[in-house]
């Protein structure tokens, strides 16, 4: 039996038409463009512990109860389906068909199958490690001048299934045009229209509370539910240059949007109703910056609070 080498391990995602289950045909895989040490995704089953006391002080072990899965995807950030997948399932939404491709944050979930292929070969001696129903429950992308834009995805699985043949799906391969974003491609931050603020850094962070739901009669998780409000921050770190952004930002809804690349392979990120707090000033060995904390709110006009576009 040949030993597994994590440098020859590939993922793929399939978005699902059922959730909870890997699409065996009709559908493409996308390819994942993984870190080096990217891991597959842990399942474990809570512990029903007995307090049945046996002969000689000894316990009675325990019993699993219903399994679920976690894991996380890190990438430097591109322009390509796997992506836009990714975001659908983090906003609860869709991206729109025509004209400008439009992601808006909303309560449409979908799911999604992550294929791990541990081993190729032969039908009988391939490894696939397949983790169905997920669901992002935590987005972040992140970026800083000189430096690359990362973005990560955690989510919840419903099932696991470990097969010794390859999924047949086509694998669709990241676009030829797409490559990893940089600090020098986010373009200027417009603050209730306001472009002359210098950044340094931004990180978006998106979250939702998921949890996996059970039910008498099997350990299997019969899909995920979700709960309380989803939660956008944007935080942003700029030169203090004068007092200027600390009156810019008044604390009530503004806008606040930026772009990643450019028409035809970027992403723009749109926060139509943001919450600023009081900007806090910080030092460092070269230079003095100006931290601000953004909360995006619902806007009536655009009906969400996160709206991300195709470029």
Excluded: H, W
Excluded at 76 to 90: D, G, H, I, K
Excluded at 119 to 128: K, N, P, V
């Amino acid at each position: 039996m040949a030993l597994i080498s994590p440098s020859d391990v590939t993922f793929r995602l399939v978005p699902e038409t059922v959730a909870g289950v890997l699409p065996t045909t009709g559908a493409s895989a996308y390819e994942i463009p993984a870190k080096a040490d990217q891991s597959v995704a842990a399942f474990s089953a809570n512990e029903i512990a007995s307090n049945t006391k046996r002969p000689g002080r000894a316990g009675n072990g325990m019993r699993r109860g219903m399994v679920t899965g976690t894991g996380s995807l890190e990438s430097r950030l591109q322009a390509a389906p796997v992506f836009y997948t990714l975001m659908e399932s983090a906003l609860s939404g869709k991206f729109t068909t025509t004209g400008t491709k439009t992601l808006k944050a909303g309560l449409t979930d979908s799911t999604f199958s992550i294929m791990s292929l541990l081993q190729s070969g032969a039908a009988g001696a391939a490894l696939l490690d397949v983790a169905s129903g997920c669901m992002v429950n935590k987005m972040t992308i992140s970026g800083k001048f000189s430096d690359e834009v990362n973005v990560s995805f955690d989510y919840l699985a419903t099932a696991n299934s470990q097969l010794t043949t390859d999924s047949t799906l086509t694998t669709a391969a990241l676009p030829a045009a797409a490559y990893e974003f940089a600090g020098s491609e986010v373009g200027a931050i417009a603050v209730a229209g306001n472009t002359t603020i210098q950044f340094t850094e931004f990180s978006l962070e998106v979250t939702q509370d998921r949890v996996a739901r059970g039910k008498l009669g099997t350990n299997a998780s019969i899909g995920i539910g979700t709960n309380g409000v989803r939660t956008v921050k944007l935080t942003l770190k700029a030169y203090r240059e004068s007092f200027a952004v600390d009156a810019l930002l008044t604390g009530l809804a503004q806008a606040f949007s930026f772009n990643i690349g450019a028409v035809g392979n970027g992403v723009g990120i749109s926060i139509p109703a943001g919450f600023a707090s009081i900007p806090t000033t910080e030092f460092d060995s070269e230079s003095a910056f100006v931290n601000i904390e953004v909360t995006a709110g619902y806007d009536a006009t655009q009906a969400t609070d996160l709206v991300i576009t195709q470029l």
